[in-house]
């Protein structure tokens, strides 16, 4: 039986949002929005799940952050450039996620208030389960940032956090997985962003 209420490792993928380094340095608490990021993409590759990673207007605004780009190789993410603000205004993204077939996105990313915003509303209307983790999204503006959880929670979103989300992932403990997502937690959270601002 699937609680869809629940994050799965089987039925679940993730959507990373334009961490990219020239938008980084004007969000607040980008060392808060890095490490949540980080750990959730390492703690993801743990289960095997799908990647996905968008970049808004690359040319102008910068690739992925180098740390987090890195990571994402590792975990075999698809990386797709776009000029909308919804992820699923882009044809080859809205194709990509059809194509990973999984019912649940879990999505972080910036900016909170455009971006991830605008596509997870969309996303909703598609009829995914859809899992925001609140540590790892973030605006320039602490106010845009919560009304931006506030609506995407009205609009049917459930608003968690990483480490809720690789505990559902995880289900039960006593299994190799759990003792390595378990010493993925325990580190040190500047050790998990390289310890950069």
Request: charged share 25%; hydrophobic share 40%.
């Amino acid at each position: 039986m699937h609680n869809q209420l629940r994050l799965d490792p089987d039925r679940a993928m993730l959507l990373v949002i334009d961490l990219q380094q020239k938008l980084l340095p004007s969000i607040a608490n980008r060392d808060r929005v890095i490490e949540a990021s980080s750990l959730l993409i390492r703690g993801c590759r743990l289960f095997d799940i799908p990647v996905l990673l968008t970049e808004q207007y690359p040319k102008g605004i910068g690739s992925t952050d180098p740390d987090l780009a890195s990571l994402l190789a590792e975990s075999n993410a698809t990386r797709l450039e776009k000029l909308h603000f919804s992820c699923c205004g882009d044809d080859k993204i809205r194709d990509a996620i059809r194509n990973i077939d999984r019912p649940q996105i879990i999505v972080i990313g910036i900016e909170a208030h455009v971006c991830v915003q605008q596509t997870v509303l969309d996303l909703l209307v598609m009829d995914y389960d859809v899992h925001v983790c609140a540590d790892a999204i973030g605006s320039r503006y602490s106010m845009d940032e919560k009304i931006a959880r506030h609506r995407m929670r009205q609009a049917g979103a459930t608003i968690s956090t990483v480490e809720s989300a690789l505990f559902e992932l995880c289900i039960q403990c006593g299994t190799p997985t759990f003792k390595a997502m378990s010493a993925l937690i325990k580190e040190p959270r500047s050790a998990m962003s390289g310890g950069k601002n």
